[in-house]
Each structure stands twice: as C-alpha cells, then as structure tokens.
C-alpha cells in the first residue's frame, strides 16, 4: 500500500509471501481503485503454505496458488493482472506455464528464475523461454541471470530474434565441420558475428533475415537458399551467393574481406 501511495505504476505480490487474504484483499481494492496492474509471481520456492501442504512443490501448485490469488483480485475488481509462474528448474517452469494457458488468458510473463551464470543460464533460458514462445504462450519476458542486466537484456533479445519475434539483426546460419569443409570455418563465423555486434552497437540496421557461413560450396547455396547473402569455402577458392545463387567467385584468401565488406556496405 505504500508503494502505491507512492505513486508506483504496478505490484508484483508473490502468494507465498502475503498469505493473509484480508491484506492481500485490500491491495487488490485499492490497485482497482488506482488502476495499476499487478503481476502475481508465483516462485516454486515460496509457494502458499495451504496450497504447497496439499499439492507439494510442482507445476500444479504454482498454478493453484496463481489461480486462488487471481480469484481475491476479481472479488475486489481488480481486472489489470499478469501472472508469472517461475522456478529454477526448468522443466517446471514450462510445465507449470503450459498448464496455466490452458486455464486462464491472462498475460503470462516468462522467465527461469536464478538461472545460474552467464553460461548455464543462457541455455536454461534459451530452452525454456524458447520452447514457450514457440507454443505461442507468453506476452513478457526476463532473463535472470548472475550477470550484468546488460547481459540478461542482450540474452532476452537473442531469444526473440530466434524465435522470430524480433528482427534486429539477421540470423546466422553456419553448418557444422564435415569431411567436404576446405576452409577455417570457426573464424570467419566469428568475424561475421563480430560485424554484426559492431553495426547494432552503431545503431543500424541490415535489411536481410539471414546470412550464410557454409563450408563447401558443393551444398552450401543450396542448404542456405534461404539466406539473403552468404559465402561457401571450395579448395583453394570461395563463393558469395545471395538468394541461393553464386554472384561471385574469389580466391579462398581474398573472401573474407570482401564479404565482410558486402556486409558493412548494406547497414544502414
């Protein structure tokens, strides 16, 4: 109630923290009055007491106690709600999300919380922030991450560019080493991606969806027909193809920079 005295736009109230109905009650009358929204975060680690008693510490107590909050907020008609149900294990988390989509349409903000490190919790988030998205559940998201913020923003928006739900930058497609790649594959992705970084820190903007790094160019044009532009390794030379079709055709030595180049002169 002080927040809200305070003048803050929104809540989160956690149903394991504020277990009082009477209290949570009057938060709900007056975020009615107001008209602020209030995001019911449900952690599997502090679950409602009665609830977690009865159904242990799964996705379907997370559900039931995000269930029984939202119903003390409707009683006191406060319509402005968004529900999170997170944990630190993944498959609960999605588990639990799925589960209460099919329930209810309130907006649903997803995350794992306490992921871990900048490397654990990328892939935690990447699957579990991912997978939902592709079913269609989700409206908001957070990475949680033991790393900088910048870190979990730069997270949250690779996750939406893979899923398609943002466009930013392209997408870069690079096949895997096999018996046919004639190039040092490994460091020309990185100098593309490298590009990539530098031309968003710049502020501009590709026109394409998606750029190729293939390692031959017997299958490379083909498999990344899709890619706007894209380059392919051969014995002792390399190919640019942009829309599936070779344009250009150059000394293994000399791609690179030319490819890069092709790059840079496309940002705007």
């Known amino acids: 109630l002080g927040a809200l005295d305070a003048g803050a736009d ?3 109230l956690n149903p394991g923290n504020i ?6 009650a009057l938060v709900a009358k007056q975020c009615a009055k107001l008209g602020k929204t209030v995001r019911i975060g449900v952690n599997s680690g502090s679950l409602e007491p009665k609830t977690e008693a009865r159904l242990g510490r799964g996705p379907e107590s997370m559900v039931a106690s995000a269930l029984a909050y939202i119903d003390i907020f409707a009683q006191q008609g406060c319509q402005n709600l968004k529900v999170s149900l997170k944990s630190s294990d993944l498959k609960t988390s999605v588990q639990a999300a799925r589960l209460f989509a099919a329930q209810s349409d309130l907006p649903l903000h997803l995350g794992i919380t306490e992921a871990g490190s900048l490397k654990s919790g990328l892939l935690k988030s990447a699957i579990g922030i991912g997978a939902l ?5 989700g ?5 949680s991450l033991s790393a900088p913020p910048e870190e979990e923003v730069k997270l949250a928006r690779k996750i939406l560019n893979a899923v398609g739900l943002r466009h930013e930058r392209p997408e870069i497609i690079a096949c895997p080493t096999c018996g046919r790649t ?3 594959l490994f460091p020309i992705v990185e100098a593309v991606e490298k590009l990539l970084d530098q031309i968003e820190a710049e502020g501009k903007k590709l026109p394409w969806r998606k750029i190729a790094v293939m390692g031959c ?3 490379g044009p083909g498999e990344a027909k899709e890619a706007d532009i894209g380059m392919a390794g051969g014995k002792g030379k390399a190919v640019i193809f942009e829309q599936g079709k070779i344009t250009m055709s150059l000394p293994e030595n000399e791609i690179l920079p030319v490819f890069l180049q092709k790059i840079r002169d496309a940002a705007r």
């Open 10 to 12: 929104g809540l989160r």
């Open 19 to 24: 277990t009082d109905v009477d209290k949570v």
């Open 133 to 137: 998205l592709l079913d269609g559940i």
């Open 139 to 143: 409206d908001t998201i957070r990475v």
């Open 182 to 184: 004639k190039i040092r």
């Open 217 to 219: 160019s017997v299958n």
